[in-house]
């Protein structure tokens, strides 16, 4: 499903933000990348949805190949891919509801399909009866949960989450954990970069620790293993 | 790309203009400042060419035969006048004809003129044509040195002015197209300077949830096209109107043979169709350079 092997990113500035690199995530996996700030979960995460390109090494996403990936191809080989974004990164202009069916209409579906699906997954994240709103109505929670509306509106075989609760207080970030964690129970692939030590803790899966560009440990049903 | 797709770029498009409120102002103010001064050139220029055109119909030089040519002289003068490259036409015009269309030409008092019907004082004429009408005075001093050519008239003076009016404001006209391109070009390019700012992060998320760039940039197409469209409006309404008034008035007044304005029917039609299409192109090529650089190729 994921697969990385000898995957090495040192950034224009010459910062080496990961240093060899080997993983494989297989299908219906639920994966944490923990670690200190700044050890290289962001740039890993951006590896995999193609924002970032690896100075070497490989990587295979559902079976693409992204070193071979052009350009122009991206946006076709994210459409099987669901990305949650820390900063939400949705588009102020629309509403709620047009910014999850945007996503749809790049895959040119019926607008009936879009509505139905569109009003399905934002049943799903609570937010039905604010699909009129602007992301700028939203509490952050909430625009969270619209981008995790997004990210799952096409089901896609694998969600990509940075710090999905990063911003959140305890409880709307259990919220957030219990929509990322019926999307798995579906047969999705999560991975979710976070700091949260309380949910890693409680909502027991597999584990990887990242420090220094390095994975120090993988480990299934980890703990965070960090102090605060 | 299919149908659905595409009415769904127009939907999105029209959103977009009210979605951007006052972006959308700004750059239709644009367009429409450019647009009003390339229609008030495109007038000036179009109705300078109609004069042109204008003089280019009624200069003509009149050559004089000396009343000793026969015949056979008057047939080898025309044969010459024809072979000269800038002649379009030469016709004879015997000197009865000429009598006949003095008279006619004069009206009531032509009938003084009756007189000289037994003894006719004019002489035979080659009315002659030219391709280009700059060629008339060249041509005319080349047909007033043949033999049996008494004189030569094409209103001597009249024309050599009009030819001087009618260059400069050919060249003014240049000097103005110049500095409007470079007025639209300013303009256009800071409002898609400000636009950017704007869309690149819109652009960046369209790409992060799988929109491909065709698919990004249609609607932008579209929008740049209304904004042109837009903005080509109040160009035509103050053009068709001040046009109009000046055609009724001004226009009427003056009464030099030459200068007549194009018709107000067919010409407003013309200038805004032409200024609607060129709105339209400024608006794409705009959205176009603000859209190009954030889809990484
Ligand atoms: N675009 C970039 N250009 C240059 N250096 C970068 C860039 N992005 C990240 N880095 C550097 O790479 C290293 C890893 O950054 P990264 O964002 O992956 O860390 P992180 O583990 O996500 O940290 P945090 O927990 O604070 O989000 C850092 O030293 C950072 O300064
Ligand atoms: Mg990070």
């Known amino acids: 499903m994921i697969e990385m092997s000898q995957v090495n990113k040192t950034y224009p500035n010459g910062v080496t933000a990961l240093n060899g690199i080997n993983i494989k995530i297989d299908k219906g996996e639920f994966v944490y990348v923990v670690g200190p700030s ?191 | 790309m299919s149908f659905r797709t595409i009415k769904r770029h127009f939907r999105e498009s029209g959103k977009s203009l009210t979605r951007n409120g006052w972006m959308t102002f700004a750059s239709i103010s644009a367009v429409t400042v450019t647009l009003l001064l390339v229609g008030v050139f495109f007038v000036i220029m179009m109705n300078l060419n109609h004069i042109a055109d204008n003089i280019q119909k009624d200069v003509e030089i009149r050559v004089h035969l000396d009343p000793s040519a026969d015949a056979a002289n008057k047939e080898l003068i025309g044969q010459k006048i024809n072979q000269i490259t800038a002649v379009d036409s030469a016709k004879f015009s015997p000197k009865e004809k000429e009598l006949t269309n003095l008279i006619k030409d004069m009206g009531s008092d032509g009938k003084t003129f009756k007189l000289f019907e037994q003894d006719n004082p004019l002489s035979d004429v080659y009315v002659v044509k030219t391709k280009k009408p700059t060629d008339v ?51 256009i390019s800071n409002t898609i300077k400000i636009t950017i700012v704007a869309r690149r992060r819109e652009i960046e998320i369209m790409r992060l949830v799988g929109a491909t760039n065709s698919f990004i940039r249609w609607p932008f197409f579209l929008e740049g096209a209304w904004l042109g469209i837009l903005g080509a409006i109040v160009p035509i309404a103050v053009i068709a109107g001040v046009y109009s008034y000046i055609y009724d008035t001004v226009g009427k007044n003056i009464q030099i043979k030459f200068v007549e304005l194009l018709q107000v029917n067919p010409f407003i039609i013309q200038i805004s169709i032409i200024l609607v299409l060129l709105g339209a192109l400024i608006g794409v090529w705009g959205s176009v350079m603000s859209v190009r650089k954030f889809l990484k190729v």
Do not use: C
């Open chain 2, 137 to 187: 005075i060249k041509t005319a001093k080349t047909i007033e040195k043949y033999q049996y050519v008494q004189s030569v008239k094409y209103g001597q003076g009249y024309v050599e002015k009009m030819f001087n009016v009618v260059e400069v404001a050919r060249n003014i006209g240049i000097v103005l197209i110049i500095a409007l391109l470079f007025t639209a070009m300013f303009l």
């Open chain 1, 38 to 228: 700044g050890a290289g979960k962001s740039t890993f995460i951006k590896l995999m949805y193609r924002e970032e390109k690896p100075t070497t090494g490989t990587i295979t996403v559902n079976g693409v190949q992204l070193s071979k990936l052009r350009n122009t191809r991206v946006p076709l080989f994210r459409r099987n891919l669901g990305v949650v974004f820390q900063d939400y990164k949705l588009l102020p202009t629309l509403t709620v509801f047009e910014n999850v069916a945007y996503a749809m209409e790049v895959v040119e579906e019926h607008p009936k399909d879009i509505k139905k699906r569109v009003m399905e997954v934002l049943d799903l994240v609570g937010l039905k009866h604010k699909a009129r709103m602007l992301p700028t109505e939203l509490s952050g929670g909430e625009q969270q949960r619209v981008s995790i509306a997004r990210s799952i509106v096409n089901s896609p075989q694998v969600v990509i989450a940075d710090e999905p609760t990063g911003n959140l207080d305890p409880e709307t970030s259990w919220e957030i954990m219990n929509i990322l964690e019926a999307i798995n129970n579906r047969g999705t692939t999560v991975v979710m970069a976070t700091h949260n030590r309380d949910i890693v803790n409680n909502l027991k899966r597999r584990v990887i620790a990242i420090e220094s560009g390095r994975i120090v440990r993988d480990e299934q049903q980890g703990e965070y293993g960090y102090e605060l």
